[in-house]
Structures are given as C-alpha cells and as structure tokens.
Antibody, heavy 119, light 108 residues
C-alpha cells in the first residue's frame, strides 16, 4: 500500500521560505506525477503544482514566481519550497500521488501538515 | 479563486438522496473528466469518483456521478451519518487542474 508522509517546520516567519518534503513508501516514485495541494483553514483545496519523476514540473500561476518543486528518486521523496511567505500561505499542506497522467486523479494522499506563517 | 462552483452546503436525513452540483466552463468540465473527493472532518481528501462517473475499488455504490456539458453532479443515495463531510469536484483546466469551492454535506 502506497503511503505518503509530509515533513517540515510547522511555523515559518513572514518573508522566509517554507520547505516541506514528502516521503513515499510502499511503491516507487517512478512513473507517476506527484503533487502538492494546500488548504487554508476553513477554505477549499488549491493545487500548488506537480512534478514528474524526470523532474518536469507544472506550477500554479499564482505561486509560480515563489515556488520550486523538486524530486529525489533515489530517496523516493519530492519537495516543496515556497519563498517570501505571508500569512496568506498559512494552510494545511498535502502531498499526493496524481497517477500516470496530469489529470486530477489523486489516488493517494499524505495526512497533511499545518504550516503557520507568523512572527 | 476556484473556477468550479459548488453550493456551500447540502443536507438530508438518513436514507435520503442528496445531490451536489459543480458548475464550470468549456475549458474544464466541458472538455475534461471530472473527479470527486470526500473530506471527512480533520482528514485528508479521499478520491470518490474518477473519470466522470467511475468509483474506485471500495467506494460504495451509494455514490454516483454524472456530467452534462459544463456541469457535473454527485449523488449520495441512502444517506448515512458517516457521509457527513466536505465534497470537492476537480477537473483539468487548460494548463493545471482546479478544485471546486466545496460543499459541506450535513446529515440531519
């Protein structure tokens, strides 16, 4: 059974960089699209972006200038870096496996990690 | 700002049928598959429906979905207390997937 686990700081200061890693177990990272999705408290889901195992990425245009998603196939991990954060970036951040296509077929999800942006 | 619009809430008594709508446009629902997710309180979303109307293994057949033009709908038949959750539609839109605004289903 594929499992995903987010890890990273739960508190980030304004203007700093938010960094999260998703570790995949129970299956290979190869051959799939891997996504980051976030959900501000009490609000809807938002796709941040995704990466394929070869490193190709696609980012949400509203975050593109601040966003980097990378993959480490040797360690079965992929990561998120979001720079110059503000309070608006406070959210539960989920990593998810998107399947073999770019379509929103998110088959497996991590449990989510709350990241609060505050001084 | 989501481009897929859902009603904020829906409700029903146990055993009833509840329907949730998802309104989009040609660039998303009109030309691509629709997916539905169930998010129980305090948990990660779960894939409920893929490819417009297909249930993954393990999803009860009480859940069904359809698509027509630029709109889609999810139906829950025989409503149960454990169906109380937030429900989101999703679709590919031009260059990235988008989620709906979400609907909170309450079992009265």
């Amino acid at each position: 059974q594929v499992q995903l686990q987010e890890s990273g700081p739960g508190l980030v200061k304004p203007s700093e960089t938010l960094s999260l890693t998703c570790t995949v177990s129970g299956g290979s990272i190869s051959g799939y699209y891997w996504s980051w999705i976030r959900q501000p408290p009490g609000k809807a889901l938002e796709l941040i972006g995704y990466i394929y195992d070869n490193g190709n990425t696609n980012y949400n245009p509203s975050l593109k200038s601040r966003l980097t998603i990378s993959v480490d196939t040797s360690n079965n991990q992929f990561s998120l870096r979001l720079s110059s954060v503000t309070a608006a970036d406070t959210a539960v951040y989920y990593c998810a496996r998107q399947g073999h296509t770019v379509f929103p077929n998110f088959e497996y999800w991590g449990q989510g990690t709350l990241v609060t942006v505050s001084s | 700002q989501s481009v897929l619009t859902q009603p904020p809430s829906a409700s029903g008594t146990p055993g009833q049928r509840v329907t949730i709508s998802c309104s989009g446009s040609y660039s998303n629902i009109g030309t691509n598959y629709v997916y539905w997710y169930q998010q129980l309180p305090g948990t990660a979303p779960k894939l409920l429906i893929h490819s417009n109307n297909q249930r993954p293994s393990g999803v009860p057949d009480r859940f069904s979905a359809s698509k027509s033009g630029t709109s889609a709908s999810l139906a829950i038949s025989g409503l149960r207390s454990e169906d109380e959750a937030d429900y989101y539609c999703a679709a590919w839109d031009d260059r990235l997937s988008v989620f709906g605004t979400g609907t909170k289903v309450t079992v009265l």
